[in-house]
């Protein structure tokens, strides 16, 4: 099995600016990964697996101010690189797991569709089983990403509440009130009846990665804490505290902005699914 070599990139910030990522060309998708990819470079190992986007190494500060649970802000250093998925993973990605029979729930799809879409209803044990599968059948290790590197990832080096800036604007996320979409605001939400949107849908953040606000919430590989304290800083998962709940980042059509924000941290349990709920995997880079 052919070896990428390491590419190692250390910076305090990876310094990108949303505005110029939107107008940069994006890169091929290289369907036979060579020995060596540069962050931003994006592959894909067989026909049915995720796209892949190269994550640079490099430095950040992960959290929001204060001492509630997004809090307290930390510096985390990533010493190489890795690799994220472009994407939430979708339907169709998931159902070629099922023919390996190797995954065996078939989730419903709320009458939303399944072309393009991202997988829902799946527990964090089944995102864990899927991850697996695609380790064994490209011989690389995929795995959940770390709350860390999944806050990093969705930063692409910036420093907002959003990656595209402060506020929410229009038409950059699919989620309550992003204003794309827009769903009624009764507190029972029982007319927010949208749902998901096909992944790409709106622009990719300075890493490459689509959807990391909004359209559904993603799981991570944590035990969930309430807040940072005593969190690695190397960007590894934490194992310990209340593992009965599973840290999820990023928000979906289900809710408001804020919980879509850089920082915002929730939980669930592991053996739970939901219709606003998904994954998207990280790819270990040797």
């Keep these: 099995m052919r070896r990428f ?5 250390l910076s305090l910030i990876f310094a990108v600016s949303p505005a110029g990522a939107q107008k940069t060309s994006t890169p091929p ?3 036979s990964p060579g020995q060596s990819l540069a962050p931003g470079s994006i592959f894909k190992e067989c026909k049915n697996c995720p796209q ?10 992960m959290g929001l101010g204060g001492k509630g649970r997004h809090g307290p802000p930390h510096r985390v250093n990533f010493k190489r690189p890795f690799a994220v998925g472009r994407y939430e993973v979708k339907f169709s990605e998931w159902f070629a797991c099922v023919r390996d029979e190797v995954c065996i729930h078939q989730p419903h799809d709320h009458k939303w569709g399944r072309i393009g879409r991202p997988v829902i209803n799946i ?7 899927f991850t697996k599968w695609l380790s064994k059948k490209t011989g690389f290790v995929y795995r959940l990403p770390t709350e860390a590197e999944w806050e990093y990832a969705h930063r692409g080096g910036t420093t907002t509440k959003f990656w ?6 229009e038409n950059l996320a699919n989620c309550r009130d992003c204003k794309s979409r827009a769903c009624c605001t009764s507190k029972d939400h029982s007319c927010c009846s949208h749902g998901t949107q096909p992944v790409g849908t709106y622009g990719a ?10 359209n559904v919430f993603e799981w991570t590989e944590d035990c969930w804490n309430r807040g940072h304290k005593g969190a690695p800083r190397d960007g590894s998962a934490r194992k310990s505290g209340d593992c009965r709940n599973r840290v999820i980042r990023g928000g979906s059509f289900y809710y408001f902005n804020k919980v879509s924000q850089s920082y915002y941290r929730s939980k669930n349990p592991p053996g739970v699914k939901s219709y606003w709920l998904g994954f998207r995997v990280v790819r270990e880079m040797p």
């Design 5 to 9: 070599t390491a590419l190692i990139f």
């Design 29 to 31: 998708v290289v369907q």
């Design 52 to 61: 892949m986007v190269v994550v640079p190494a490099g430095i950040y500060i």
């Design 123 to 129: 527990t964090w044990h089944q995102a864990k089983n």
């Design 164 to 169: 595209w800036g402060d506020k929410p604007g």
């Design 205 to 214: 953040n300075p890493f490459g990665l689509h959807d990391t606000s909004g």
